[in-house]
């Protein structure tokens, strides 16, 4: 199983961004999915993460109203769109799976990690 993450980039804070992320491989094994940040200096946290139907949806406070994720099964992709971006959202985004087909906030409940794609707020 591979997962390819993109659509990083730099935006002014206000701004929007879409992520994807694309399932490859044996793709039966990726059910629910996550996106994870990591800030310099700071730890990995959760963002978001959407169960294998995309009917349930989590997002962490500080995203919450800002952004939201879905995915195309078909297309075995899982988006995230981030809107009125701040400074502080500035991180290496991941994408992430896992076999259950519930969501989870925990990153060790994922099997799988894309590679990360950096998104710069400035001000």
């Known amino acids: 199983v591979q997962l390819q993450a993109s659509g990083g980039g730099m935006v002014q804070a206000g701004g929007s961004r879409r992520l994807s992320c694309t399932v490859s491989?044996?793709?039966?094994?990726?059910?629910?999915m996550g996106w994870f940040r990591q800030a310099p200096g700071k730890e990995r946290e959760v963002v978001a993460s959407?169960?294998?139907?995309?009917?349930?949806?989590y997002y962490a406070d500080s995203v919450k109203d800002r952004f939201s994720i879905s995915r195309d099964n078909v297309k075995n992709t899982v988006y995230l769109q981030m809107n009125s971006l701040k400074p502080e959202d500035t991180a290496v985004y991941y994408c992430?799976?896992?076999?259950?087909?519930?969501?989870?906030?925990?990153?060790?409940?994922?099997?799988?990690w894309g590679q990360g794609t950096q998104v710069t707020v400035s001000s």
């Open positions: 959407i169960s294998r139907s995309g009917g349930i949806a």
């Open positions: 992430a799976g896992r076999g259950s087909i519930y969501y989870s906030t925990k990153e060790t409940d994922y099997d799988y």
């Open positions: 491989g044996r793709t039966f094994g990726v059910a629910a």
